[in-house]
């Protein structure tokens, strides 16, 4: 390999298109595990009850997707590494960078936690995995709400166009 890793790389002013593309897919794909996979929940009922494990659309579906999902976030840590991203925006008070940094950490550890709390719940039969699970999904609704929250703040409170770094 020919790269050097002496230094980070510089901010630049906005994502780079892959790591648009990565932010937009992941958004896709989550939202799917909520609004068409959720179903997997009534599989893993039956499974956990009676021994029968069945891969329906809605199970074979969620699985693909949620592992589709660490694959993405584990290929976006290395691009955030390798490409840098752009520096918070100077003008805003100094809480709200710290929160955004906070948050986008969050984000990055529940979606590489979940997936592999769902596989223990599905492929070992873990009803604590489940419990886990299901707990990270509703804290994550409330991360994803917040998220917005502070992506409409930044661009209607601060006009700092946050929103066009990521498009
Ligand atoms: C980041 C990726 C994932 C997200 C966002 C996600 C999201 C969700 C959501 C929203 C639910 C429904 C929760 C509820 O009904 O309260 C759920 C349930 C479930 N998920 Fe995932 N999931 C992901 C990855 C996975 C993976 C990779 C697997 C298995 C290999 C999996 C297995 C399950 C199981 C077994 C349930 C049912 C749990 C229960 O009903 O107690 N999930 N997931
Ligand atoms: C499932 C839903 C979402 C997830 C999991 C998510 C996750 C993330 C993460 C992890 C980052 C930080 C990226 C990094 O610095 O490495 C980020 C940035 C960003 N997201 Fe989202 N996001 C979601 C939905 C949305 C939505 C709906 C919008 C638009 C309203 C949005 C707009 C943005 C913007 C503008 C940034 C860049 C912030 C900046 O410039 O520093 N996101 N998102």
Do not use: C
């Not at 601060?158 to 929103?163: A, E, P, Q, V």
């Amino acid at each position: 390999m020919s790269d050097t890793k002496a230094s980070p790389p510089a901010a630049t002013e906005t994502y780079s298109f892959r790591q648009k593309l990565v932010h937009w897919a992941v958004v896709v794909l989550v939202a799917a595990q909520f609004l068409v996979f959720d179903a997997i929940g009534r599989d893993f009922g039956r499974g956990m009850r009676t021994g029968d494990w069945v891969y329906s659309p809605a199970a074979t579906g969620h699985i693909l997707f949620g592992f589709a999902i660490l694959a993405l976030m584990v290929w976006r840590l290395k691009l955030r590494r390798d490409e840098g991203v752009p520096a918070l925006p100077a003008a805003e008070p100094g809480w709200a960078a710290t929160l955004a940094r906070l948050s986008h950490a969050a984000f990055y550890l529940m979606l590489l936690a979940m997936p592999v709390a769902g596989a223990v719940a599905w492929f070992r039969q873990s009803g604590n995995a489940a419990e886990i699970h299901e707990a990270a999904a509703t804290l994550l609704i409330a991360l994803i709400a917040i998220h917005i929250a502070a992506v409409a703040l930044h661009q209607f409170r601060w006009r700092s166009n946050i929103l066009s770094r990521m498009m």
